[in-house]
């Protein structure tokens, strides 16, 4: 519907989703994250299978983010550990970038580099998992929301039309 104060939607119809694009660099830093988080466990060679096991055992035990993102931190010590104990503690980066180009890496033999590729990809899927749990999925039911509330949304985006069509210097009738 298009009248004298613009695009305008029904009254009695519920107001579309507000989608807003990021705003400063923090948000688009988190918003790149959050998509980086989501594709990772897929560029990995078996992170799909990690994947579908971590949020297995997260549904299994009903694990909270912080308690996942702490499980990823440990499973990235004893990376390190490991790593530091058969090899040196340089041998676990190099080992994760041989992951991600899914080839094995010369400094370590075969089971060291699957210990240590599944000690990253594992902490990679929780903290994926995490990131998942963490945001904010709630959605309002129209039958559910309290008719003072519906009521004084309605009221304000009247009021917000009004200002507008106020401030603006639009013709009512042509001459």
């Known amino acids: 519907m298009r009248n004298a104060s613009g695009h305008h939607r029904d009254e009695d119809r519920w107001p579309l989703l507000p989608m807003a694009a990021p705003r400063g660099a923090r948000e688009i830093l988190w918003h790149v994250c959050a998509l980086v988080a989501v ?20 549904w299994l035990i009903k694990a909270g983010p912080v308690n996942l993102v ?4 440990m499973y ?14 340089m041998d676990f980066p190099i080992t994760i970038a041989h992951v991600f180009t899914w080839n094995r890496s010369r ?15 594992v ?17 309002a039911n129209r039958a559910a ?19 507008w069509h106020r401030s603006q210097d639009l013709p009512e009738v042509s001459q």
């Open 123 to 139: 902490s990679v899927a929780m903290c994926t998992v995490a990131l998942m749990m963490a945001f904010d999925r709630r959605s």
């Open 107 to 121: 400094q370590v033999g075969v089971p060291l580099t699957i210990a240590l590729g599944y000690c990253f990809e």
């Open 39 to 58: 594709a990772m466990p897929f560029a990995l060679p078996a992170g799909w299978l990690v994947l579908g096991i971590v949020i297995a055992f997260t």
């Open 76 to 89: 990235v010590a004893t990376g390190f550990v490991v790593a530091t104990i058969f090899a040196t503690p």
């Open 145 to 163: 929301v309290d008719l003072r509330v519906w009521q004084r949304q309605q009221t304000r985006r009247r009021q917000l039309l009004r200002q």
């Open 70 to 73: 702490r499980i990823a931190l």
